[in-house]
């Protein structure tokens, strides 16, 4: 789906054949020359419970409004990476410097993490560094304040950003499902509170890590699909479904139909068009333009000029030179009626 959503942006039904034959394919491969098997442990380690709806009647509005907040936390992703990007093109230092400094500012996040949270420097670095997994599944758990997972996806915001904007080794996807866990938590913790009953605030991160990236990649088919896949729960589709679509609707609206992953090219003047099955967006000019186009010569009779309107099915000919050439400015013919001579210019 990733390749689908992301790379083709389109679902034909012959790319779909092939994309889901090459994952089979590789899968099938990979298996049995490496020996893989499906590692049961590392979803019991994400998501350690089983996540259902309480009462869908009412949760399934507060889905929605969680599909509104991932869309504007998807935006602030996307804004806030290519923003910094930029800073670290405009600064004026030598180019070898800039991870440095994004390294520097990275640390720094780390230090206010810990002075406002009153934790120690390790735990705001085990919270902060790397990919986030055991953070993930402490959220997802439902053991972190709402304070610290709001703090939290600030700083992973910011942190990331700097790291990859400054030219550092860094990608898109984890950070993402880190603070999509961090704001769904956040606020399952604010529902769990205000409206008793409902399911804990750990499903509300689940859904989260779907719904950020969805809304950031504009992909809700593949993170549904990713959060089916790692953790088995098919009663937790129906929320993220909802929190995907709206996250990657409300995103695309605000970005202009833009994603994480196109922004730059954007900023490259590379446009990038949504292909519809149907439209005349893939169309060019000498797709549909008539390369050989027809001309009568200067003096031809009547007759002949009839002819070559009924053997061409054309309403209108080109006039041309003595010998048929184009002029600059050829005039264009139409087959008179009763009348007899020559076509004149």
Same mark, same amino acid.
């Given at each position: 789906?990733?390749?689908?959503?992301?790379?083709?942006?389109e679902?034909?039904?012959?790319?779909?054949i092939?994309?889901?034959?090459?994952?089979?394919?590789?899968?099938?491969?990979?298996?049995?020359?490496l020996?893989l098997?499906?590692?049961?442990?590392?979803?019991?380690?994400?998501?350690?419970?089983?996540?259902?709806?309480?009462?869908?009647?009412?949760?399934l509005?507060?889905?929605m409004?969680?599909?509104?907040?991932?869309?504007?936390?998807?935006?602030?992703?996307?804004?806030?990476?290519y923003?910094?990007?930029?800073?670290?093109?405009?600064?004026?230092?030598?180019?070898?410097?800039?991870?440095?400094?994004?390294?520097?500012?990275?640390?720094?996040?780390?230090?206010?993490?810990?002075?406002?949270?009153?934790?120690?420097?390790?735990t705001?670095?085990?919270?902060?560094?790397?990919?986030?997994?055991?953070?993930?599944r402490?959220?997802?758990?439902?053991?972190?304040?709402?304070?610290?997972?709001?703090?939290?996806?600030?700083?992973?915001?910011?942190?990331?950003?700097?790291?990859?904007?400054?030219?550092?080794?860094?990608?898109?996807?984890?950070?993402?499902l880190?603070?999509g /866990?961090?704001? $769904?938590? &956040?606020?399952?913790? *604010?529902?769990? @509170?205000l409206? +008793?009953? !409902? %399911?804990?605030?750990?499903?509300? /991160?689940?859904? $989260?890590? &779907?719904?950020?990236? *969805?809304?950031? @990649?504009s992909? +809700?088919? !593949? %993170?549904?699909?990713?959060?089916?896949?790692?953790? $088995?729960?098919?009663?937790?589709?129906?929320?993220?479904?909802?929190?995907c679509v709206?996250?990657?609707?409300?995103?695309?609206?605000?970005?202009?139909?833009?994603?994480?992953?196109?922004?730059e090219l954007?900023?490259?003047?590379?446009?990038?068009?949504?292909?519809?099955?149907?439209?005349?967006?893939?169309?060019?000019?000498?797709?549909?333009?008539?390369?050989?186009?027809?001309?009568?010569?200067?003096?031809?009779?009547?007759?002949?000029?009839?002819?070559?309107?009924?053997?061409?099915?054309?309403?209108?000919?080109?006039?041309?030179?003595?010998?048929?050439?184009?002029?600059?400015?050829?005039?264009?013919?139409?087959?008179?009626?009763?009348?007899?001579?020559?076509?004149?210019?």
């Amino acid at each position: 789906m990733f390749a689908l959503e992301v790379l083709l942006a389109e679902y034909y039904l012959r790319h779909v054949i092939s994309v889901v034959l090459s994952a089979v394919m590789a899968t099938a491969v990979a298996r049995s020359l490496l020996q893989l098997t499906p590692n049961l442990g590392i979803r019991d380690f994400l998501v350690p419970v089983q996540y259902q709806m309480v009462t869908p009647i009412v949760e399934l509005p507060l889905y929605m409004v969680l599909g509104v907040v991932v869309a504007i936390v998807g935006v602030l992703v996307v804004k806030v990476l290519y923003g910094m990007e930029h800073f670290f093109e405009r600064l004026d230092v030598p180019g070898f410097t800039k991870p440095a400094i994004g390294g520097a500012l990275l640390g720094g996040t780390i230090l206010a993490t810990s002075y406002i949270t009153g934790e120690s420097g390790h735990t705001s670095t085990t919270w902060l560094m790397g990919v986030g997994y055991d953070t993930v599944r402490s959220s997802i758990s439902g053991e972190l304040a709402i304070a610290i997972m709001v703090i939290l996806a600030i700083m992973k915001v910011v942190g990331f950003s700097m790291t990859v904007g400054s030219g550092s080794s860094g990608g898109i996807f984890s950070p993402s499902l880190y603070i999509g /866990a961090m704001a $769904g938590g &956040a606020f399952g913790v *604010a529902v769990h @509170a205000l409206v +008793p009953g !409902t %399911a804990p605030a750990g499903a509300y /991160a689940l859904v $989260g890590i &779907a719904g950020v990236f *969805a809304a950031a @990649a504009s992909a +809700p088919l !593949t %993170a549904t699909l990713m959060i089916f896949e790692l953790t $088995g729960q098919y009663s937790i589709i129906l929320p993220v479904l909802v929190v995907c679509v709206l996250g990657s609707e409300g995103s695309n609206h605000l970005l202009d139909r833009g994603t994480i992953y196109t922004e730059e090219l954007r900023d490259k003047g590379i446009t990038i068009q949504e292909r519809r099955i149907g439209s005349l967006e893939d169309l060019v000019a000498k797709d549909v333009m008539t390369r050989d186009v027809d001309r009568l010569p200067e003096g031809t009779t009547l007759g002949d000029a009839l002819e070559v309107f009924r053997k061409t099915g054309h309403k209108r000919v080109a006039g041309g030179g003595p010998g048929g050439e184009p002029r600059s400015h050829p005039l264009a013919l139409r087959p008179p009626t009763g009348h007899k001579g020559q076509v004149l210019r």
